[in-house]
């Protein structure tokens, strides 16, 4: 049901990669052409193809119609080289600074971006004519210069309410409910280490309950009553909502999952929705696209991200990759307008903070949800 970028946050490396990937309903899957594939070279045609390599993650998936409409009316020829998620693609990104993998890049989130701006692997660029809306999710401290921001999605608590309804049980609206005891053994998520929703949602804590003061309290000491709780750690997204959620993939026994904002529109049947995004719950996520500091095709870089931004691919991003595109007043699917609602006031972490306590907090979290 869904593409989104996932997985994975180490503590001394980072670790796994997961992707909860399927394809576009309206379309045969991602565009580009996968470097294992080899590359088009132009030939005799006019006008001549000139490559444009895209690293991305493993959840990159647009159109292949729209992809080519860019290539037709470019010249250029987009080659797509997938590097697991999020977190993964970042630490490919930082050691190949200067000697890039490719041209341009995408995929790179909010709570990664910080580090790929202070390795330098982005060169400066900022779209002209940039879009209604667009810098209101630039990364703090960048402004644009570096990275521009293509999509959103947040990362939320979400019910199944036909479960709830069926067991005559009040679903939780809370983080705070999540720990108490009418809610044990129903809440699964992805951890923190292996997942980058995971990751979210242990931000989405931080942001919540503070730091420890030692005595049980602040996001630790959340996290110790969760796990109490009963909570369950999946490795990924795909597990925890696909095979542990009730409404999954059919044979899931838990009601309550760490999921997107999104979700509720893939659930509706008949009209109405079977799940609910607990909205104050929500960690926002915001993916960057970057010309890359040594790139051998910097114009078609350039070009590229400049139609990430372009309507046509905007209002493809819900449909492709599930996740809000960043432009004002980009129409939405119908489903998405009714059902997919973002938090008006997610919780967040700012990224100069996680960038300082990354690590510290992966250990902190580990220390927690093993004992």
């Known amino acids: 049901m869904r593409t989104h970028a996932l997985a994975t946050v180490g503590i001394a490396v980072l670790l796994a ?36 390599v895209l690293v991305t993650h493993d959840s990159w998936n647009l159109p292949k119609k729209l992809v080519a409409q860019w290539e037709q009316q470019t010249g250029y020829h987009l080659v797509v080289r997938a590097s697991g998620d999020a977190g993964k693609l970042t630490n490919k990104l930082v050691l190949t600074q200067g000697n890039p993998d490719g041209d341009v890049s995408f995929g790179v989130d909010n709570t990664f971006a910080t580090r790929a701006l202070k390795a330098g692997v982005f060169a400066p660029y900022t779209p002209a004519d940039l879009p209604a809306g667009v810098s209101g999710y630039d990364v703090a401290g960048d402004g644009g210069a570096h990275l521009t921001p293509v999509d959103h ?19 939780p609206q809370s983080l705070d409910d999540l720990v108490k005891p009418a809610y044990k053994n129903l809440f699964v998520t992805p951890g923190a280490t292996t997942s980058s929703p995971g990751m979210a949602f ?13 005595s049980g309290d602040g996001w630790e000491g959340y996290w110790s009553k969760l796990m109490a709780n009963g909570a369950e750690i999946t490795d990924g997204w795909d597990q925890a909502y696909e095979v542990e959620f009730t409404q999954g993939g059919g044979n899931g026994k838990r009601p309550i999952v760490l999921s997107y904002d999104s979700d509720p529109a893939f659930t509706v049947k008949n009209g109405q929705t079977s799940t609910k995004a607990l909205l104050d719950t929500c960690f926002s996520e915001i993916e960057y696209a970057g010309v890359l500091t040594g790139a051998t095709n910097v114009p078609g870089a350039e070009a590229f ?15 492709s990759m599930y996740v809000f595109p960043v432009v004002t007043g980009t129409p939405l699917p119908p489903a998405w307008a009714k059902f997919a609602v973002p938090s008006s006031q997610p919780l967040t972490v700012s990224p100069a903070q996680i960038d300082a306590h990354r690590e510290e907090w992966l250990q902190q979290w580990s220390d927690v949800t093993s004992r």
């Open 305 to 319: 991200v400049n139609w990430l931004l372009s309507p046509q691919v905007q209002a493809k991003l819900p449909d």
């Open 17 to 52: 990669t997961t992707a909860c990937s399927v394809s576009s309903k309206d379309d045969t899957g991602p565009a580009g052409t996968p470097s294992h594939q080899g590359v088009t070279t132009g030939a005799s045609a006019a006008p001549r193809i000139r490559d444009v």
């Open 153 to 171: 999605s947040g990362v939320c608590v979400n019910v199944d309410t036909t479960w709830f309804a069926a067991h005559h049980l009040p679903a």
């Open 202 to 214: 242990l931000l989405a804590t931080i942001a919540q309950y503070g730091a420890s003061t030692g």
